[in-house]
């Protein structure tokens, strides 16, 4: 349920693995990370060899899963994972107690010969190997194994569901790729149309088949895919998705429901590169400049400045603001007040008065980086009127600001007041339910 991350961060203290009998050896050259994942208790990482390492509340490798009550075994530092010795695996990701991991056929990865393999806890079918028998070792998909006309190439876990998006390995106008999905199914987390749990892979038959799907991401109980072209589904638990009240009995959204960006594109997302997933809110990053987030805004987790849950995606504050702002610290404070200006105050009211300017200039700030998302710059966005002649038209003052605005900073401020607009909607249904 978590991101990656990319190449290039040392794994200190870590040695290499023998290539002829699997034991770790030192090594002069010390070891890469590729990718991270962490779910649940658990972490793992896979090297610049292609070799996967856990740690955590991990399966245990060496014990038959055979009349054994499934028990996690703690592993305090990084152990290689055994299975894999020989092989190259490409992506991992993992849920409370389950691991999927796409892994090379061969000794390397060439092309699409990645076969997907899952182990772990199994009380709810998340291993999508036909039964809810738990797995210590990793065991092989059949659906996505080498003979499948499927190939598998991204991954997601929930707390106890899995995702897959997939392609056909021959050329198909009509399929370009497709998401799999297997598990628990209480909250519609599966896309099934239905709150059964799915014991194989299946299809998500509601998607756009001729979209390239580009990303896939779980949270405990919820699923979102985001395509290249800009669309974006989420499906599962309501709360987390953001949604619409109008969803199906028991607030769960069963089936993949489209989600708005609402911008200059419509209801398509500019160049949409990754979703992610957290406990019960998402966030999709474009190809390097925005981020959105909707779901619960409990702890601040949506990122723009407020703790409210927000149905609609909204932009998230990126760049953040800054923190150090200029402190005014003038010689003498003039306040003018009946035709008469008092120059000369006492220290603790230059102090008091210094705090107070700086509590406002910082709620000026947060407010004009929530509006227009970027910091507060006292020389350009103070109006002219109001720091030659001490007036301010409101009006002609916003008319005048509209004016200058480009096209991306009107795009914004409509996002702004839409959002701002569906709060308080949001709010007058509350009431008006409680009453």
């Known amino acids: 349920m978590m991101g990656q ?5 040392t794994i200190t203290g870590f040695h290499g693995i023998n290539p002829t009998d699997g034991s770790i050896t030192k ?4 070891l890469k990370i590729s990718s991270v994942k962490a779910g649940g208790n ?11 390492w856990i740690w955590g509340n991990c399966p245990p490798q060496d014990t038959s899963n055979e009349g054994e009550e499934f028990a996690l075994l703690t592993t305090y530092n990084p152990m290689p994972v055994w299975h894999f010795h020989g092989q190259t695996v490409v992506k991992v990701a993992c849920g409370n107690e389950h ?9 390397t990865h060439q092309g699409s010969d990645l076969v997907c393999y899952s182990w772990g806890n199994n009380n709810h079918g998340q291993l999508g190997l036909g039964d809810t028998d738990i797995r210590a070792v990793p065991e092989m998909i059949e659906i996505f194994n080498t003979e499948s006309p499927w190939a598998a190439y991204e991954l997601a876990c929930g707390a106890f569901h899995s995702a897959i998006l997939a392609c056909k390995k021959e050329d198909d106008d009509s399929v370009k790729s497709v998401c799999w999905t297997f598990g628990l199914g209480d909250n519609g987390q599966l896309g099934q149309g239905t709150t059964k749990k799915a014991l194989h892979p299946e299809m998500v038959r509601s998607l756009r088949v001729n979209e390239w799907l580009v990303s896939v991401d779980c949270g405990l109980f919820h699923t979102s895919v985001v395509s290249s072209v800009g669309d974006v589904w989420s499906w599962g638990m309501e709360n987390g998705l953001g949604l619409c009240t109008e969803v199906s009995e028991g607030g769960d959204a069963l089936t993949p429901r489209v989600i708005s960006c609402n911008g200059q594109n419509g209801s ?16 999709l990053a474009d190809n390097g400049y925005k981020l959105w987030s909707w779901g619960r805004g409990r702890s601040g987790v949506l ?11 909204n932009l998230v504050l990126w760049p953040p603001l800054h ?42 700030s947060i407010l004009h980086g929530a509006v227009f998302g970027k910091p507060f710059d006292k020389a350009k966005d103070i109006p002219v009127s109001l720091t030659s002649s001490g007036s ?44």
């Open 42 to 52: 658990m972490s793992l990482a896979i090297d610049d060899l292609g070799s996967l």
């Open 303 to 313: 990122g723009n400045g407020q703790v409210n849950d927000f149905f609609d995606p």
């Open 27 to 30: 090594s002069e050259t010390q």
């Open 268 to 283: 398509k997302f500019p160049d949409p590169i990754q979703v992610a997933c957290g406990a019960a809110h998402t966030v």
């Open 392 to 435: 301010f038209d409101v009006g002609k003052a916003w008319d005048d600001m509209l004016e200058s605005c480009d096209y991306d900073t009107l795009v914004r401020l409509e996002m702004f007041y839409h959002n701002m607009l569906e709060v308080v909607k949001d709010k007058i249904m509350k009431r008006k339910i409680k009453e």
């Open 323 to 364: 923190q150090d702002f200029e402190k005014n610290e003038p010689e003498t404070i003039s306040v003018k007040s009946s035709d008469k200006t008092y120059a000369e105050k006492s220290s603790k009211d230059v102090t008091e008065i210094e705090k107070n300017l700086d509590i406002i200039e910082n709620y000026a």
């Open 99 to 107: 691991i999927l991991a796409l892994v090379s056929s061969g000794e």
């Open 5 to 9: 991350f990319g190449a290039g961060v």
